[in-house]
């Protein structure tokens, strides 16, 4: 069955630090990733995803995203967090039926 | 992009009445779905709204309880019918643009607390 996981229910960093939210994922043909956040009291918003080409993909507010077929993953990285990046995580692949199956998501709290 | 809207953004009910939640979007869309983001919790899917006929509804999630419309390709409406406390929830619409191969945009949600 297709599914996303999520490992790492929160984080915590501190500013300035770097950051990788872990993601794997179930899926029998060449997956469609994407990595969403979520902002407390906001809906959803894409950071960047994957379709093919470039395994290294670059989204908005400086996180970027690398796809490895062979472990199955899709990590979020970002070199250098920012107060404001303190957020809810969600990974996710788009299914069989063109429907998007979501992690559980990772919460990220970054420290002063 | 799409630019969405919900309304109501937040509501206080109390058990056994229903609330219809409406969603708007900016521009025509292919496709549209309704979302339900428990406390705590990730996304479930619980039906894609389809212009001109019945909701497709994923299981576990039955028209009765949540019946949706989508009378044109820019609006649908979500119906929680007869509350529970276990429908405190948020439930986002979100949209995709292309032919279901492409990223989905996200309204803001509703934030639904049943008494």
């Known amino acids: 069955a297709q599914s996303v996981t999520q490992p790492d229910i929160h984080i915590t960093v501190s500013e300035g630090a770097s950051l990788e939210l872990r993601c794997n994922y179930s899926y029998g043909a060449t997956p469609y990733l994407f990595w969403y956040v979520q902002s407390p009291g906001q809906g959803l918003q894409l950071l960047l995803k994957?379709?093919?080409?470039?395994?290294l993909v670059q989204g908005i507010k400086g996180f970027e995203a690398e796809f490895k077929r062979s472990q199955s993953s899709f990590n979020l990285r970002k070199p250098s967090v920012h107060w404001s990046d303190a957020a809810e995580y969600f990974c996710?692949?788009?299914?069989?039926?063109?429907?998007?199956?979501f992690g559980a998501g990772t919460r990220l709290f970054v420290k002063a | 992009s799409a630019v969405i809207s919900q309304k109501p953004s937040r509501d206080i009910c109390q058990r056994g009445t229903s609330l219809t939640i409406q969603c708007q979007v900016d521009?025509?869309?292919?496709?549209m779905f309704w979302y339900r983001q428990q406390p705590g919790q990730s996304l479930t899917l619980i039906a894609t709204?389809?212009?001109?006929?019945?909701?497709?509804?994923e299981s576990g999630f039955v028209i009765d309880k949540f019946p949706i419309s989508r009378p044109n390709l820019t609006f649908s409406t979500l119906t929680v019918s007869n509350m529970s406390p276990e429908d405190s929830s948020i439930y986002l619409c979100?949209?995709?643009?292309?032919?279901?191969?492409?990223?989905?945009?996200f309204g803001p949600g509703t934030r639904l607390t049943v008494l």
């Open positions: 709204a389809n212009q001109g006929s019945e909701a497709t509804y």
């Open positions: 994957y379709f093919s080409g470039d395994t």
């Open positions: 996710a692949v788009l299914g069989g039926g063109f429907k998007t199956i």
């Open positions: 979100s949209v995709e643009r292309g032919q279901g191969a492409s990223e989905q945009f």
């Open positions: 521009s025509q869309v292919t496709m």
